[in-house]
């Protein structure tokens, strides 16, 4: 038999497979007209390569193995968000949307054939440990990352509870790799926290979108409000390395805050790809202020948040420009029990910016400092004068209340201590209703 008749019976059994709807013969091959635009030179040149391979290579390859190559390399080649999942890829992919599983804590993405972390999810091995955002993964234990695909990637970072594995990482701003040591735990993903950060102002954390995360976040400001004993002056809602989640997660939690208008829309080629989502006549802060933290590693859904609130102008939003993650991805399940996971759309803001590669860029641009409390230099007031006439009693009790305000904020966190700031100013200039 020849190469191409063993070719074309190994493709006829690989599309059967995965339920295409045409199949590939020499007959068909030898009939094609230049307008049916199969690639005949290149599928010749795929099926040289592939009895090359099979006839010279150092150790033998069985066929199923190079085809599964060839088709993620197929995928790899178009995005870095495209992939193929084999049977077993494909249920740690189904546990991994769970909301719980066994790993390390990180959402990841290929870059120039290594891990680039996109962001650590809260209160999890790899955030405790010191991994970043935008951390480049180059090694596994001793295993070098170029080379291995995603899929085998996170597998490696996968593994039994209580098992270690050491990252070796590349860091901007460090001139040598960083290793850094990470106990495997079962992952829990809480996507909600909420405090005040001082009367009348409320903060809630979303690490990541689920299918609940907007029912859980309303539920949390009401708890914020009963604790507050009135309705809350304004919001930070942080979502600062927040690597996405579940669609309708963020539409949801978008539309909490918005009385009109559309949320998001997504553009692509298949039908149903284009889609609009649009705001119901619901406010839970009803017009209260909202300040949206975010930073490199907020992606995907909670660009799409961010983008939603600041074109209706109904949020300010503070902190660096975003990962810029604009794409829709849709798993399509294969009849071996394979998936693929293919780029079918791009999400666009509702006054039409792409995100994709390009972020939300803030309305207010933050510089990586650090807050730091500095002893009272010892200056003088008028309280500290002899003889000084006493104020009243009710504007004493009203200055201590607003010292009193700021004293639940982190020295630590510059951000969070600038969006407080820019609440109590954005509420004072609020009509009162």
Do not use: C
């Amino acid at each position: 038999m020849t190469a191409m008749a063993r070719l074309t019976q190994t493709f006829t059994r690989m599309v059967t497979n995965i339920g295409l709807a045409f199949a590939v013969s020499p007959v068909v091959w030898a009939q094609q007209t230049p307008e049916s635009n199969l690639p005949l030179a290149e599928l010749r040149a795929f099926s040289e390569v592939f009895e090359r391979i099979k006839a010279d290579y150092v150790e033998p390859m069985d066929d199923a193995t190079l085809l599964n190559s060839a088709i993620r390399g197929m995928l790899a080649g178009l995005d870095p968000h495209s992939s193929y999942l084999l049977p077993e890829d494909y249920r740690a992919l189904q546990a991994g949307t769970s909301g719980e599983f066994g790993g390390l804590g990180i959402e990841v993405g290929m870059e120039n054939g290594f891990v680039r972390v996109i962001a650590p999810i809260d209160d999890t091995p790899a955030h405790r440990a010191g991994v970043k955002a935008g951390d480049l993964i180059v090694r596994l234990d001793d295993t070098p990352v170029k080379g291995l695909t995603l899929s085998d990637a996170v597998k490696h970072m996968r593994g039994k509870p209580g098992s270690e594995i050491i990252l070796t990482i590349l860091r901007q701003g460090e001139e040598q790799p960083i290793k850094i040591s990470i106990t495997r735990a079962v992952i829990k993903v809480t996507s909600i926290r909420a405090r005040l950060l001082a009367p009348g102002y409320g903060y809630v954390r979303i690490s990541q979108f689920q299918s609940r995360t907007s029912e859980n976040m309303v539920e949390r400001l009401h708890r914020l409000t009963e604790d507050n004993q009135g309705q809350l002056k304004g919001l930070v809602l942080d979502l600062r390395n927040n690597p996405g989640g579940v669609l309708s997660g963020a539409i949801a939690v978008s539309d909490a805050f918005l009385k009109k208008g559309l949320i998001v829309y997504t553009e692509g080629r298949l039908n149903g790809s284009q889609l609009k989502y649009r705001a119901k006549s619901t406010d839970v802060l009803d017009g209260a202020p909202i300040v949206v933290l975010v930073n490199g590693g907020s992606a995907s859904a909670s660009e799409i948040v961010a983008g939603a609130l600041q074109d209706h102008r109904r949020a300010v939003i503070m902190g660096k420009r975003t990962f810029g993650k604009g794409s829709v991805q849709t798993i399509l399940p294969m009849k071996n029990g394979s998936a693929l996971k293919l780029t079918t759309a791009r999400y666009f803001t509702p006054s039409g910016i792409s995100i994709q590669a390009k972020g939300i860029e803030p309305d207010i641009v933050l510089r990586h400092v650090r807050l730091e409390r500095v002893p009272d230099g010892g200056q003088v007031k008028e309280a500290d004068l002899t003889g000084h006439l006493s104020g009243a009693e009710n504007d004493k009790r009203e200055l201590d209340s607003r010292v009193s305000e700021g004293s639940t904020v982190s020295d630590r966190d510059y951000p969070l201590h600038e969006a407080l700031n820019l609440l109590k100013g954005l509420s004072i200039l609020r009509p009162a209703s």
